[in-house]
């Protein structure tokens, strides 16, 4: 399953306002990407209308600049268009551009 933490605990661990990928465990949320065996409140998690288009970990390019890969890092929700966008890593590098999912091609 997939949602938005809203735990404003677990803002030092970089999961507020992060989507995740959880599953649903003696009813705890445990969080299984983007930290694994994290556990939250369910009522921490506000689920997704429907699975990022992008994952964790997976390479893409950027649609305008097909010659560059980067990596997903950080998967957001963003509140006024209701919908996910991705920070990525390009040679270890974070790009401050914030991507929407028609900003990016899989660069598999």
Known sequence: MWGRCVDIKAWEDGLFQAVVSYKIDNGKARVILPKADYELDIKEIMELPAPPRFAYGEQVSP????????????IRWHSNRNCCFYTIRVNGKKKSKRYFDDDLISAV
């Open 63 to 74: 649609r305008n600049h097909p010659d560059i890969t980067g990596v997903i890092t950080e």
